[in-house]
């Protein structure tokens, strides 16, 4: 579709625009500058400012051309009431038809719409592109206000939280290797269980700790259960193996691994990742053997 370079007195370019465009023409598709020439008659007070140029060219007088795809409409106290975006709507029948896609907060839940006809979209702008009332004003003030103070206290307390945890744990590793037994004497019964389960989770973590170590260190078995056999890897080697012929610490720690649940860690033995997938540490004897 051919564009169109506008003389229009009311036509001005976006500020981001301009230093590119300031020494080129302004063009936009030919249905957009309908749009525009219908407008500015009816409403001598507004201003149309063409954004989100995309393309540039020359004429065939040589003249360059900066090709804009939407402008927006701006009244006399610089207020922008909405902006106008050429779009395209394609139809089995008629194939790409141009569009416009006009955007203003005052158009619904979704502050747009699509239309392909110029009478549609004159009466959409026409009933969207205003000031907003004192009534839409105090509303707009009164959420952004809401906003403003929701997120301070989200921002404040997340920071608050986050030394919070800092000193809480400094606090309990203070109390804990020097007055354990005074603060839990001094706590109530709930607290207490508390403590006892945090010290029961911190042996729980340190078993796994340890056996990430080993896994980290190559220092396991990977033994999964196939059948009556087992696959064994150790370092890069895998090899298949019964129970007579795994290595015995092996297969002494396996059969504890047997008893507990999946997911469960074992200190010095390892887990028990799968009902047939097993993580085993090994011991001293076996790091010599593969």
């Known amino acids: 579709m051919k564009y169109d370079v506008t003389t229009n007195k009311s036509i001005r370019i976006s500020p981001d625009e301009y230093e590119r465009a300031k020494n080129a023409s302004a063009a936009m598709k030919n249905h957009m500058w309908e749009l525009v020439s219908t407008l500015t008659p009816k409403?001598?007070?507004?201003?149309?400012?063409?954004?989100?140029?995309?393309?540039?060219?020359?004429l065939?007088?040589?003249?360059d051309v900066i090709a804009f795809s939407s402008f927006k409409v701006v009244d006399s106290d610089g207020e922008t009431l909405g902006k106008v975006s050429h779009d395209m709507r394609y139809s089995s029948a008629q194939g790409a038809?141009?569009?416009?896609?006009?955007?203003?907060?005052?158009?619904?839940?979704?502050?747009s719409k699509k239309t392909t006809k110029l009478d549609v979209a004159m009466r959409e702008i026409k009933k969207a592109f205003r000031p907003d009332t004192q009534?839409?004003?105090?509303?707009?003030?009164?959420?952004?206000?809401?906003?403003?103070?929701?997120d301070s206290v989200k921002k404040k307390s997340w920071e608050r939280d986050r030394l919070l945890h800092r000193v809480v744990n400094k606090a309990y590793e203070y109390v804990m290797s020097t007055?354990?037994?005074?603060?839990?004497?001094?706590?109530?019964?709930?607290?207490?269980?508390?403590?006892?389960?945090?010290?029961?989770?911190?042996?729980?973590?340190?078993?796994?700790?340890?056996?990430?170590?080993?896994i980290d260190d190559k220092n396991y078995?990977?033994?999964?259960?196939?059948?009556?056999?087992?696959?064994?890897?150790?370092?890069?080697?895998?090899?298949?193996?019964?129970?007579?012929s795994?290595?015995?610490d092996a297969r002494s720690k396996l059969g504890m691994l047997k008893l507990v649940n999946t997911t469960q860690f074992v200190?010095?033995?390892?887990?028990?990742?799968?009902?047939?997938?097993?993580?085993v540490v090994k011991g001293e004897a076996d790091e010599h053997q593969t």
């Open 267 to 279: 200190e010095n033995v390892g887990c028990r990742v799968t009902e047939d997938t097993f993580v």
């Open 179 to 214: 007055h354990r037994d005074e603060f839990y004497a001094a706590m109530d019964k709930d607290t207490q269980q508390n403590v006892d389960k945090c010290d029961e989770l911190a042996m729980e973590i340190k078993t796994i700790e340890d056996v990430k170590q080993n």
């Open 135 to 150: 009534n839409e004003k105090v509303a707009e003030a009164k959420s952004e206000a809401d906003s403003v103070v929701y």
């Open 97 to 111: 038809i141009p569009a416009y896609t006009i955007q203003s907060k005052h158009l619904g839940n979704k502050h």
């Open 60 to 63: 065939a007088d040589g003249r």
């Open 221 to 244: 078995y990977l033994i999964i259960k196939d059948g009556n056999k087992y696959i064994v890897r150790v370092d890069d080697n895998v090899k298949l193996c019964d129970d007579s």
């Open 43 to 58: 409403n001598p007070d507004w201003t149309f400012v063409l954004c989100d140029g995309w393309g540039s060219a020359k």
């Open 246 to 248: 795994l290595p015995q």
